[in-house]
């Protein structure tokens, strides 16, 4: 049976940041989602309430197995003032993966998808309309159950938050980001939760992260767990390489998350006819490219950012310089397509959008 939504509206709402102050995930809206899993009752208990503390039993699995993970997308301001989920359903089906490799529940598709529009129906006030703002939304599941022994927990809660937020990386235009590989260290490996959205991913990333950061980089590039010879995702992002026109990226696997923006423009690319490659991508193909000038542009993609240009990437000593440090033409083309799409100022052409 579909949910059956309780909604208890504030009666104090919080004092709404002014667009050029937002950053990101910084600041929440008025309300919370809330569902509860028990055996087999299934999912139940589907409430909005006003935002504040969930209380844990000290004893909750995820706070001593780790059983927790969440999605990320956003809805936006359309140009004639209403408001859009954008792919919600494929967000909705990745955390579906994720949760059964976690072995935790996850909401029907359809579910999910209700959830989120009543969620934002809401909240739509919260929907920011300035340029590069959107409402970011934090569906999450994790075990509650109090115990103490390694096995998959018998409750779970689900629970969304909203953030209205900026830019990632803060302005109004494509900032290039500076990023070191790193080559001890590693993200995910073969066989382990690299391709779901599970919170330990982000805990082993925040190591090296730091590293990166006091040395003056944005992020970090990720090799292979194995060889430390393939390149795999940029910090919170899917990586793309155009070399000599083409535009490559990594074949996703178990170690590597299967972006929904990284589907967007693989799906756009092929509409304009660009030549595009999922396969494995050396580092040193990346060198070799840069050394025949044949290295045209590197860049990032995310729900967070959207796009990221890639100005510069450190192997070591040796710094390679994209596109003297500018965001290409294609990292462009791609940013104000998917920008536009999600606004609705551009056709919807595969029905991405959902509307409120």
């Known amino acids: 049976m579909p949910l059956t939504i309780r909604t208890t509206k504030t009666t104090s709402g919080k004092t709404r940041p002014a667009p050029d102050q937002l950053g990101f995930g910084k600041y929440f809206s008025d309300h919370i989602f809330l569902a509860d899993w028990e055996g087999e009752d299934g999912w139940k208990n589907a409430r909005i309430e006003p ?90 599941i994790v075990a509650t159950e109090a115990f103490l022994g390694v096995r998959p927990s018998n409750r779970y809660l689900f629970f969304t938050i909203g953030s209205p937020v900026g830019s990632y990386y803060g302005g109004d235009t494509l900032k290039p980001v500076r990023i070191w590989v790193e080559r001890d260290y590693v993200r995910a490996a073969r066989g382990g939760l690299g391709a779901t959205k599970a919170g330990a991913n982000y805990a082993a990333s925040l190591y090296a992260a730091v590293k990166a950061k006091k040395a003056g980089f944005d992020q970090v590039l990720w090799l292979d767990a194995k060889e430390h010879a393939f390149v795999e995702e940029v910090g919170t992002m899917n990586l793309f390489v155009v070399i000599d026109g083409t535009l490559v990226t990594p074949s996703l696997s178990d170690s590597i998350l299967a972006g929904v ?12 006819g660009i030549k595009t490659e999922e396969r494995a991508i050396g580092a040193a193909e990346i060198l070799d490219a840069r050394k025949r000038g044949k290295l045209e542009e590197v860049f990032g993609s995310g729900t967070a950012a959207v796009v990221s240009p890639v100005s510069e990437l450190a192997f070591g000593d040796d710094r390679v310089v994209i596109n003297d440090g500018k965001p290409g033409a294609l990292s462009n083309r791609f940013y104000d397509e998917i920008c536009g799409i999600q606004r609705g100022s551009k056709p919807d052409r595969h029905g991405w959008l959902t509307r409120i």
Not at 261 to 272: G, N, V
Request: include cysteine.
């Open 51 to 140: 935002y504040g503390s969930i209380a844990l039993d000290p004893a909750a699995s995820v706070l001593h197995y780790g059983q927790a993970m969440f999605e990320g997308s956003k809805a936006f301001r359309q140009a004639d003032g209403s408001v859009a989920l954008f792919r919600v359903d494929a967000h909705a089906k990745r955390m579906q993966r994720g949760a059964s490799r976690l072995c935790m529940p996850a909401l029907e598709v359809e579910d999910f998808v209700a959830a989120m529009r009543a969620f934002v129906a809401v909240e739509e006030g919260w929907v920011p309309s300035a340029p590069n703002t959107s409402l970011y939304l934090r569906p999450t």
């Open 261 to 272: 923006t990284r589907d967007s423009i693989l799906t756009i690319a092929k509409e304009w």
